[in-house]
């Protein structure tokens, strides 16, 4: 996949992994995540970028945007 983010001057090659439901980790009840929503990452040998789909569309887009975590962008060697 060769994208174009807003923060790179010219398309880059990411890997692609499939979309995944976020789940809390460790917990004994409530594994789904909370609005529910899939993620997927994309990254390269440099960085990464985690990207969010949620999945409830009756909630309106302010009580999403308040409870949402955003798609994000990062570097490696922050991370792994």
């Known amino acids: 996949m060769r994208i174009q983010p807003g923060t790179f001057k010219l398309p880059v090659t990411f890997g692609i992994g499939s979309a995944v439901l976020a789940g809390n980790m460790y917990v004994d009840s409530e594994l789904v995540k909370n609005p529910p929503y899939l993620f997927q990452i994309a990254g390269n040998s440099e960085r990464h970028i985690i990207y969010r789909t949620y ?7 302010e009580q999403m945007h308040e409870s949402r975590m955003d798609d994000t962008i990062d570097l490696n060697r922050k991370r792994f």
């Open 55 to 61: 999945l409830h569309k009756q909630r309106t887009d």
